[in-house]
């Protein structure tokens, strides 16, 4: 855990560098379309698991004026990048938590809107198991969770780089990714996949059952 927590300390010095080079300013777009299709309103209590540099977290800020946005990571190094993009922003609906996924220190309910983007296939084996029992559990009934990650590339040479990113997860990696719609099923209901108009990205959505 604490390797993985350092890279991602010196991963945040490049992260959105690298970020808007992969997703040619695609991002930007995408986020915003993650954040309509979250169905967040603007007295929402909203928490952006594994938030990174918080480019989610700071775009949901605009859509809940009333509510609040919580960005969490388990890197510092990632939420000091995230706050210093906040900072010129003067939001003040918008927080930043350094925490666990599998452990999250909300208390149960808590929550309209849970998002994560680009992060659920870092979440595996009991990791994976308590972020996805605490999600649930951290939002309200109704409340909804929506995560984003690509689709799987077409292009042969990306392609190679998507598959070896699943292996780097370990031999489980190919599995979450057969198995995530039948896994997010388990757990939520009105699940739905979509591919986003890029086609490069996909969006499953569900919603915690009354
Ligand atoms: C690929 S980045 C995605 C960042 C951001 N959500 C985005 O869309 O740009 C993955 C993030 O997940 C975080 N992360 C990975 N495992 C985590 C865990 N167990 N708990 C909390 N954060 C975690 C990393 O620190 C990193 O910031």
């Known amino acids: ?17 690298v970020i808007k080079l992969h997703s040619q300013d695609k991002s930007l777009w995408l986020r915003h379309y993650l954040s309509r299709k979250s169905g967040v309103k603007s007295t929402d209590k909203v928490l952006d698991l594994c ?28 939420l000091k990048k995230a706050r210093e993009k906040a900072k010129t922003l003067k939001r003040k ?5 350094v925490a666990d996924a599998g452990a999250l220190p909300f208390k149960s309910g808590t929550f309209d809107v849970i998002t994560c983007s680009h992060a659920m296939y870092e979440l595996t084996g009991k990791t994976r198991r308590l972020a996805l029992e605490n999600i649930k559990r951290c939002l309200r009934p109704g409340g909804r969770f929506c995560m984003m990650e690509h689709e799987e ?24 990714v057969r198995h995530e719609l039948e896994e997010l099923k388990n ?3 009105n699940v739905v996949k979509e591919i986003t108009p890029t086609g490069r990205t996909k969006l499953i959505c569900g919603e915690k059952g009354n």
Request: hydrophobic share 45%; proline share 4%; glycine share 10%.
């Open 187 to 189: 757990i939520f209901t």
């Open 1 to 17: 855990m604490r390797i993985r927590q350092r890279y991602y300390d010196v991963f945040s010095y490049f992260y959105d560098w």
């Open 93 to 97: 609906n918008l927080y930043w938590v």
């Open 51 to 78: 938030t990174g540099t918080g480019a989610l977290a700071i775009i949901l800020s605009q859509y809940t004026p009333q509510g609040m946005v919580i960005g969490l990571d388990f890197s510092l190094g990632m």
């Open 153 to 176: 590339p077409k292009h042969p040479f990306i392609k190679f780089l998507y598959h070896l990113r699943l292996l780097s997860m370990g031999k489980e990696g190919r599995e979450i």
